[in-house]
């Protein structure tokens, strides 16, 4: 009875912790600016026999260009330890301008050609959610990049960096409630996505939860995801209405009232066969 949040995808790592009043200082470092990396970002395996048939100019081009995927990978990487090393809202809160800056530049990596890139772009923008004193706004900053790596074709690993992004986004203490419960187990929506601007990502999120073409693990962590977002597990919604029992179901009866064409019932029959045995959904190490 319970979804997990965690697994899959190498791209990032570190966790919450405090350390707030760093994140402006660090972002102003590189949030425009060529980072060269991180230290102990991992480096791609090269297979010598290859590398003998290359002529010089080909191997310098493509050390350019594992460089600059490199650099993006540890630039969007620093982004998501230092948003979530800030204590709630205080980044957003506190440098709005630097916020908004470094969430466009996460935005347009989650667009990168590089897959580690993407991954790590998806989590950072779960983050960014998480931590935006005004999610709505921030919302609509990143659905389009968001909506892009929910195509069924984009790499598994993108995907499951995408689903625990969007569950680190369910924590969102600005809108009404946050999804923590006792014991740190997400309990329902901040209610975040049950409106038009997320819509799109709860119908891709669908798809993907639903699709058979993805794997169990993909699926299983958008389930966990839509749990969340739904507030099956008693949490807000969008409208703040009810107690934990009747707002298990307020959330699937709003996204049904926006929902278009056979999404409702689709959602309908996911709710019913598989989202309502979700007991929890754990965060995982994001």
Not at 130 to 154: H, Q, Y
Not at 189 to 209: Q, R, T
Not at 212 to 237: E, I, K, N, Y
Request: aromatic fraction near 4%; proline fraction near 2%.
């Amino acid at each position: 009875g319970s979804a997990a949040g965690g697994g899959g995808g190498g791209s990032s790592a570190g966790g919450e912790g405090g350390g707030g009043g760093v994140g402006s200082a660090v972002l102003r470092r590189f949030s425009g600016s060529a980072l060269s990396g991180v230290p102990g970002l991992g480096g791609a395996d090269i297979d010598p026999a290859a590398e003998e048939e290359r002529t010089d100019d080909e191997s310098d081009h493509d050390l350019e260009e594992y460089s600059s995927a490199h650099s993006r990978h540890g630039r969007v990487a620093l982004a998501y330890r230092v948003l979530l090393a800030s204590p709630s809202t205080s980044w957003s809160d506190d440098d709005p301008e630097l916020f908004r800056s470094a969430t466009r530049m996460i935005r347009d990596l989650v667009f990168d050609e590089d897959v580690s890139v993407r991954g790590a772009a998806c989590l950072a923008a779960g983050a960014a959610l998480r931590r935006s004193r005004d999610p709505t706004t921030t919302l609509r900053e990143v659905r389009r990049a968001i909506g892009k790596c929910m195509r069924v074709s984009e790499d598994s690993d993108v995907h499951r960096c995408l689903a625990r992004g969007l569950i680190l986004a369910c924590g969102n203490e600005a809108s009404s409630g946050g999804m923590k419960g006792n014991n740190g187990r997400g309990r329902g929506s901040s209610g975040l996505f049950l409106c038009k601007a997320g819509m799109p990502i709860l119908d891709g999120a669908l798809m993907l939860a639903v699709s058979s073409d993805m794997s169990t693990p993909v699926q299983r962590m958008f389930h966990g995801f839509l749990w969340l977002a739904l507030g099956l597990g008693g949490g807000a919604t969008a409208r703040g209405e009810g107690n934990a029992a009747s707002n298990s179901k307020k959330g699937l009866e709003e996204y049904m009232r926006l929902a278009e064409g056979e999404n409702g019932r689709i959602m309908m029959n996911l709710v019913n066969k598989t989202l309502s045995k979700i007991e929890h959904v754990e965060e995982g190490r994001c």
